[in-house]
């Protein structure tokens, strides 16, 4: 099981079962990329792998932030998948993370060949778990229509049930259409739903790991 | 491809024996086809074909060329390629779906094409969930909550969700591998332009 209640304050989040993926849903700035963030490196803290797949940062940026969350990060145990299609297609090394090259947020084929072969390289530096964060739907929805993302998603959740990771995937509220986003919903087992409460600040309620949605609550 | 007919393999292979011998040991399960070389191959090549047996090493075209070629054309088909030597991981990034070592033995050959056609089956589910999850989506964005709750209509649809569900994550045993995983999505990407 992983133990997400420390980011998040959930009771839903604290058991996550093995192979869940997670969609983290809100509109712009209201913190969904680095909450994604801090799952990731929460985990890597107590030594699991992350796999991070940007569509946004660049790459040496992701392997900063993760530094500054988690100081005693070994480079083995990140691994990114750049698809801002501004790099060079080779892989590369920053700061002893391996970084794969993609070339555009529409390459399903090279991000997921990206995905397995971090993967590998964290299955390979003896690490069993794991978290992924895809940052995010909303960019690749740009780049190909939504029934491509829905099967995407799909897909790729089906791969990290088998490799017993958690994956969560960040996407816009605000830039979509209702119908776009109960769709892509459906490829997910659980939702992390975040708006803007009155009067400021942000609240949070999760759906679809617990037998019942939470309350909103804010954060 | 109706139900009643058989799924259709092409073998191209430029040693006859070879050929033959995958052909006596398909025959019995599926529509065979042979080509000779790379050019032959291409020529029998039509959207009815579901799995491509391609030797790497021929005279005139090679494997590669051919593979290039299939990818081109965006035909659904997915392909194994044959080889003397056992890829290395590159291999994902090469194009095809599976890669089968000569010498061959007839378990390993139909392991490998069910696999294939097992990904292609799991691809029109996927697409079949996808319809349903869409209407489902489109009547929730469109109805109040009241009214979905006295709709007959997305009651019987969310059960066909449900069950849709189950059978993409059992009957096909999920994706477990990366080869699966890989051919899975380059799939995905084939379809795009439907």
């Given at each position: 099981?992983?133990?997400?209640?420390?980011?998040?304050?959930?009771?839903?989040?604290?058991?996550?079962?093995?192979?869940?993926?997670?969609?983290?849903?809100?509109?712009?700035?209201?913190?969904?990329?680095?909450?994604?963030?801090?799952?990731?490196?929460?985990?890597?803290?107590?030594?699991?792998?992350?796999?991070?797949?940007?569509?946004?940062?660049?790459?040496?940026?992701?392997?900063?932030?993760?530094?500054?969350?988690?100081?005693?990060?070994?480079?083995?145990?990140?691994?990114?998948?750049?698809?801002?299609?501004?790099?060079?297609?080779?892989?590369?090394?920053?700061?002893?993370?391996?970084?794969?090259?993609?070339?555009?947020?529409?390459?399903?084929?090279?991000?997921?060949?990206?995905?397995?072969?971090?993967?590998?390289?964290?299955?390979?530096?003896?690490?069993?778990?794991?978290?992924?964060?895809?940052?995010?739907?909303?960019?690749?929805?740009?780049?190909?229509?939504?029934?491509?993302?829905?099967?995407?998603?799909?897909?790729?959740?089906?791969?990290?049930?088998?490799?017993?990771?958690?994956?969560?995937?960040?996407?816009?509220?605000?830039?979509?259409d209702q119908q776009t986003i109960q769709v892509i919903k459906q490829a997910f087992d659980g939702l992390i739903d975040i708006r803007e409460a009155d009067g400021g600040g942000r609240q949070v309620r999760v759906l679809g790991l617990a037998n019942e949605p939470t309350d909103w609550k804010k954060i | 491809m109706s139900e009643s007919d058989p799924p259709v393999v092409?073998?191209?292979?430029?040693?006859?024996?070879?050929?033959?011998?995958?052909?006596?040991?398909?025959?019995?399960?599926?529509?065979?086809?042979?080509?000779?070389?790379?050019?032959?191959?291409?020529?029998?090549?039509?959207?009815?074909?579901?799995?491509?047996?391609?030797?790497?090493?021929?005279?005139?075209?090679?494997g590669d060329e051919v593979l290039r070629e299939i990818r081109e054309r965006d035909l659904g088909c997915r392909v194994a390629m044959v080889t003397a030597v056992e890829p290395d991981f590159d291999i994902l990034e090469m194009g095809f779906d599976a890669y089968l070592s000569k010498p061959i033995r007839s378990e390993q050959l139909h392991d490998t094409v069910t696999n294939l056609l097992e990904r292609s089956e799991y691809d029109s589910l996927l697409q079949e969930y996808y319809a349903l999850v869409e209407k489902q989506a489109t009547l929730e964005a469109t109805k109040s909550s009241a009214e979905l709750a006295e709709s007959d209509q997305y009651e019987k649809l969310t059960e066909e969700i449900v069950e849709m569900r189950e059978g993409l994550d059992d009957a096909l045993g999920g994706v477990e591998d990366d080869d699966d995983f890989i051919a899975t999505l380059r799939g995905l990407s084939d379809n795009e332009e439907e």
């Open positions: 099981m992983y133990d997400l209640s420390s980011v998040l304050d959930f009771d839903a989040l604290a058991e996550v079962r093995p192979g869940s993926s997670i969609l983290v849903s809100g509109p712009a700035m209201t913190g969904k990329e680095s909450l994604a963030y801090d799952i990731l490196a929460d985990g890597a803290r107590d030594g699991d792998g992350a796999v991070v797949v940007t569509t946004g940062d660049k790459a040496s940026s992701v392997v900063d932030e993760f530094r500054d969350r988690v100081p005693e990060l070994q480079g083995a145990q990140l691994g990114v998948i750049d698809c801002r299609g501004e790099g060079g297609s080779d892989p590369e090394v920053i700061d002893g993370v391996s970084v794969h090259q993609v070339s555009s947020p529409g390459d399903l084929t090279g991000i997921g060949i990206g995905i397995t072969k971090a993967l590998e390289g964290l299955h390979d530096s003896g690490r069993e778990r794991g978290r992924l964060a895809l940052v995010s739907l909303s960019t690749m929805l740009t780049y190909t229509d939504k029934k491509t993302v829905f099967k995407f998603c799909h897909v790729l959740s089906s791969r990290l049930d088998a490799a017993g990771y958690i994956g969560v995937f960040t996407i816009d509220s605000g830039a979509h | 092409l073998i191209v292979e430029d040693e006859p024996d070879v050929a033959e011998t995958y052909k006596l040991w398909l025959q019995g399960d599926y529509e065979v086809r042979m080509g000779q070389n790379g050019d032959e191959g291409l020529e029998l090549l039509d959207e009815t074909v579901d799995v491509v047996l391609l030797d790497r090493m021929m005279p005139g075209l090679s």
